[in-house]
């Protein structure tokens, strides 16, 4: 995903996307503050309100949009690595949690001698609306950008299969 940012860094795209991000923060504040002032909501639309705005105070716009897109490319490019959609869903949400330190936490392994790290995962209705959040966000951009990926990829491949023929005509 880098690869593709650095290959178009003037395209408007990625500004639009990382102001798309950043008005999602500002909904999450906004949404937090009519909660201090005691506007009720569900725990679970609080929850997913309060990821989006610790992921926001953690992570720069450019890193989201990078992580989101390059989910979306994983699908294109592995389908095979998430068995539905909701499997895709809850990867999309644990990827988007792991650009905070709010959510990991580390441990030592005594067997391996190493220190690991684990990602909390959310509640699973708390995922639902976080991934319709981050669906609204980048979906569209994701899709788009996985198909251009695909194109390029069909590319290359016909250019190598027409060399591979033209080399056999030679002989």
Same mark, same amino acid.
């Given at each position: 995903?880098?690869?593709?940012?650095?290959?178009?860094?003037?395209?408007?795209?990625?500004?639009?996307?990382?102001?798309?991000?950043?008005?999602?923060?500002?909904?999450?504040?906004?949404?937090?503050?009519?909660?201090?002032?005691?506007?009720?909501?569900?725990?679970?639309? %609080?929850? #997913?309100?309060?990821?989006?705005?610790?992921?926001?105070?953690?992570?720069? /716009?450019?890193?989201? *949009?990078? $992580?989101? =897109?390059?989910?979306?490319?994983?699908?294109?490019?592995?389908?095979?690595?998430?068995?539905?959609?909701?499997?895709?869903?809850?990867?999309?949400?644990?990827?988007?949690?792991?650009?905070?330190?709010?959510?990991?936490?580390?441990?030592?392994?005594?067997?391996?001698?190493?220190?690991?790290?684990?990602?909390?995962?959310?509640?699973? %209705?708390? #995922?639902?609306?976080?991934?319709?959040?981050?669906?609204?966000?980048?979906? /569209?951009?994701?899709? *788009?950008? $996985?198909? =251009?990926?695909?194109?390029?990829?069909?590319?290359?491949?016909?250019?190598?299969?027409?060399?591979?023929?033209?080399?056999?005509?030679?002989?």
């Amino acid at each position: 995903m880098t690869a593709r940012i650095e290959k178009n860094p003037s395209n408007p795209t990625w500004s639009i996307l990382c102001d798309r991000w950043d008005a999602l923060i500002a909904s999450a504040q906004a949404a937090d503050a009519e909660y201090q002032s005691g506007v009720a909501f569900s725990r679970n639309e %609080r929850e #997913a309100w309060s990821n989006i705005e610790k992921v926001g105070n953690s992570a720069n /716009a450019i890193q989201v *949009v990078t $992580a989101m =897109l390059a989910m979306y490319l994983m699908r294109n490019d592995c389908p095979h690595q998430f068995k539905s959609e909701e499997g895709f869903d809850r990867q999309l949400v644990r990827r988007l949690r792991a650009l905070a330190p709010h959510y990991s936490g580390e441990y030592y392994d005594l067997h391996t001698g190493k220190t690991k790290r684990v990602y909390r995962d959310t509640r699973p %209705r708390t #995922a639902v609306i976080l991934t319709k959040l981050i669906k609204d966000t980048f979906g /569209a951009a994701g899709l *788009v950008v $996985a198909r =251009l990926e695909q194109q390029e990829i069909n590319k290359r491949q016909n250019d190598q299969k027409a060399l591979q023929e033209a080399l056999h005509a030679l002989a």
